[in-house]
């Protein structure tokens, strides 16, 4: 998942390593917004490597489509083969197949060259309505290429298409579509609302052919949309790539997008109706709020220093210093939580903490504080289920930031998971004096909430050098460490403390 290398780098016996790869079978777009370029600029985005097989060639720009000229089936035939019998493509994505026989000679190179996954976008009118494949590739797609599908991702002119030219006006229209569509066979089911009339937020309806999640999203106002499908399908197929679950590789996928479509709103290329966006903005933004989700190594929680300005104050020593100092003695990841400082010293600290953190290559995540974590440029935020949540805290923070969650139980771990965040906090495990009205779960309920939790898990409440070995001995797979508060800095030395429990974490 996350912690996996972007470049999905597989360190062979060799020392050899290779990328996560994907091929994408469309058509080219002259404008440079959709097709084959929004393709590779899209798995690029997502550090994957893009081969590219060009079923068309299309004489496009912001204005409309002027001209397609699509390949002699053969020779696609031909590209397919020389990338398929060489390279190890891990996902095919495909986009515009302008004839039937183009669908079939695709079928039967999937079934000679398997690869992990297929992703079919089913690119059949561009955004400037002009056609691109017609209605004679609609029974190739439902009986031959949907069956091989692991995902399908139909806007609603699409679906509807795909469907004999129903009408989809609702929510519900959609679900009937994606459960139709899941019927011809393709194994998930994203149908795209962003046409759906009437309603100020975006709503995609993905069926997984046994449940339902509506993905909403804001309707971003711009004119920069085209080639939203395209990167779509292939950010998906990046992800897919990099060995994401499903569900998680689309809320990737639109949450780039989404990002993407945000920082380009304004952008202006060429002089038509629509206009590309894009999708390198990450490599400009120096504020780094959009630098890759895959800096988080869930690793990093092994020892998770989480401070309290009260009793650094009883040990005279500033906040900097008990930072300072657990790094010194071994945290893995820290989190400023000052409950009772003001903003402005706050923002102070956190800029102070941020430089020693990234002087020692240590996260730092601020507690409840969006404004805060933004202010300093932290690595990211924790937040409980009373705090800002944490689908809000993605959208404000962007795909680069680490993102904790509090969860005492399994629906508020999925529900983390489904928001976007990036682990989960779980406890108190123990009582503590440091959070004192806090409910405990014990040992059973954090293993309870970790074997539910699709992300990484730390623990956090009451541990200290005495118990931290009965939490870590549970042994579950995603339990990746503890969080502590007093066992660090209610302490004379907090590099020795940590130090020690460094050590007891660490013991074979
Ligand atoms: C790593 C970690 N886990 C849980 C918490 C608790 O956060 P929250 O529920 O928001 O409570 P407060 O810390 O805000 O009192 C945490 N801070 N860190
Ligand atoms: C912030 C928090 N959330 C759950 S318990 C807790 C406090 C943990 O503090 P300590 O490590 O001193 O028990
Ligand atoms: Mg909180």
Not at 15 to 26: D, I
Not at 494 to 504: D, I, N, P
Request: proline share 4%; aromatic share 6%; charged share 20%.
């Amino acid at each position: 998942m996350l912690e996996e290398s972007a470049y999905a780098a597989v360190t062979q016996g060799s020392g050899l390593r290779r990328l996560a790869h994907v091929l994408t079978v469309a058509g080219s777009d002259s404008g440079g917004g959709a097709g084959i370029q929004a393709d590779i600029k899209a798995c690029a985005a997502a550090c994957v490597y893009c081969s590219s097989v060009i079923t068309s060639v299309t004489a496009q720009n912001t204005i409309g489509v002027q001209g397609v000229y699509s390949l002699a089936e053969n020779f696609v035939a031909e590209q397919l083969r020389s990338v398929l019998s060489d390279m190890q493509v891990d996902v095919i994505k495909t986009g515009m197949l302008p004839s039937p026989g183009m669908i079939t000679v695709l079928c039967q190179s999937i079934k000679e060259f398997p690869v992990r996954a297929i992703v079919v976008d089913p690119v059949m009118v561009s955004t400037s309505g002009d056609v691109l494949s017609g209605p004679s590739t609609l029974s190739g797609f439902c009986k031959e290429l949907l069956p091989l599908a692991d995902i399908v991702t139909p806007n609603l002119k699409e679906a509807s298409a795909l469907l004999g030219g129903i009408s989809l006006d609702t929510v519900d229209d959609m679900r009937f579509a994606a459960k139709s569509i899941h019927d011809f066979g393709a194994r998930n089911v994203l149908v795209k609302g962003g046409d759906l009339p009437g309603s100020s937020d975006a709503i995609d309806v993905f069926f997984d052919g046994e449940q339902f999640h509506e993905l909403c999203g804001p309707r971003i106002m711009t004119r920069n949309t085209h080639g939203t499908g395209c990167t779509l399908a292939s950010y998906i197929a990046a992800e897919l790539a990099k060995g994401t679950p499903m569900l998680q590789s689309v809320q990737a996928a639109k949450s780039f997008v989404k990002s993407a479509l945000l920082y380009s709103k304004d952008l202006m290329i060429g002089n038509g109706p629509q206009g590309p966006f894009d999708h390198l903005f990450m490599l400009k933004n120096q504020l780094n709020n959009y630098a890759p989700k895959w800096t988080f190594n869930a690793n990093s929680l092994l020892l998770y220093a989480v401070t309290d300005s009260r009793m650094n104050k009883k040990w005279a020593r500033s906040i900097t210093e008990a930072v300072k100092a657990s790094i010194e003695g071994g945290a893995t990841i820290i989190q400023l939580r000052e409950k009772e400082a003001e903003t402005s010293a706050f923002v102070k600290t956190a800029v102070d903490c941020m430089a020693i953190c990234r002087s020692y290559n240590v996260p730092l995540l601020i507690n409840d504080r969006i404004d805060v974590a933004l202010a300093c440029d932290a690595d990211g935020v924790h937040i409980g289920q009373s705090d800002m949540p944490a689908e809000l805290a993605r959208k404000i923070l962007g795909p680069g930031k680490i993102i904790g969650v509090s969860c005492k139980t399994p629906a508020q771990a999925m529900k983390a998971w489904t928001d976007g965040a990036d682990y989960i906090g779980c406890g108190g495990v123990f009582p503590t004096n440091t959070k004192q009205s806090n409910p405990t779960i014990g040992l059973k309920g954090l293993e309870t909430v970790c074997l539910a939790s699709k992300l990484p898990v730390v623990a956090i409440g009451g541990i200290g050098a005495g118990n931290i070995q009965s939490v870590m001995e549970l042994g579950v797979q995603n339990l990746k460490g503890v969080a502590v508060v007093s066992a660090l800095f209610d302490q004379e030395s907090v590099a020795t403390e940590t130090r020690r429990l460094k050590s007891l974490l660490t013991v074979r």
